[in-house]
């Protein structure tokens, strides 16, 4: 599983000090992402835990967007288990993702919802959502990404609305394995993305380390402010 790769690799690799990292200073893996997802796409899908570990977290984002909500999935990967929930539990669900297959699969499953093809980090949809979420996805860009997408949450976040994402334990990068290739990850520092939040109108609701009740995730959960 992805999630395990990635655990064993942060530990491994540790962390790096530098508040802020250069583009030619990242590993070279991060642009492969796309590449790798397209071409293990039917791997992925199936691999993917479907136990729904993240439920918890889920209904707290979901009671924060509100009933009937319009959901954006950034990185929506098969769509399976977190857009399927949120689909199950009423709300209306825009993915996006860089991989056509994993989107081919999301359209089979669930074709009465969006599904757009582009990369999160140019995602400019001209509406606003009362849920945004980014879990499993937002850590494979690199850290200038990750500071850019802050823009982009707040560009398309309605007031009040629920913002969940995931990220490392710590800042640096994790290079992990997934098909025998080599599948970048890279986190900010806490204190960073803490900063990140109000400094783009979300207000920090909760946020855990390393949850052991869901697969080790860490784990940022925020809202809009009006």
């Not at 999630?3 to 990242?26: P, Q, S, T, Y």
């Not at 606003?128 to 980014?134: D, L, N, P, S, V």
Request: hydrophobic share 40%; with cysteine; aromatic share 10%.
């Amino acid at each position: 599983m992805i999630r395990l790769v990635f655990d064993k690799a942060w530990r491994v690799i540790g962390r790096i000090n530098e508040a802020h990292m250069n583009l030619d200073k990242v590993h070279p893996s991060w642009q492969n992402i796309p590449s790798l997802y397209e071409r293990h796409a039917e791997y992925f899908d199936k691999s993917r835990g479907k136990n729904l570990a993240e439920q918890p977290w889920l209904d707290m984002f979901l009671a924060t967007a509100g009933p009937a909500s319009d959901i954006l999935d950034l990185g929506c990967g098969s769509g399976e288990p977190l857009a399927a929930y949120c689909i199950a539990k009423g709300h209306k669900v825009t993915g996006v993702d860089v991989s056509a297959p994993l989107l081919a699969l999301c359209k089979a499953r669930f074709p009465d919802q969006a599904w757009l093809l582009g990369d999160m980090q140019h995602c400019q949809l001209g509406k606003k959502f009362t849920g945004i979420m980014a879990w499993d996805s937002f850590f494979h860009l690199p850290p200038d990404g990750q500071r850019g997408m802050f823009a982009v949450f707040q560009r398309h976040a309605a007031p009040g609305a629920a913002l969940m994402f995931t990220s490392g334990p710590g800042g640096g990068e994790a290079i992990g394995t997934f098909q025998g290739e080599e599948l970048y990850h890279a986190s900010l520092d806490a204190d960073e993305y803490a900063g990140l939040l109000p400094s783009h109108g979300f207000a920090l609701m909760r946020h855990v380390v390393e949850d052991q009740n869901c697969g080790g995730h860490t784990i940022w959960l925020a809202r809009c402010l009006d």
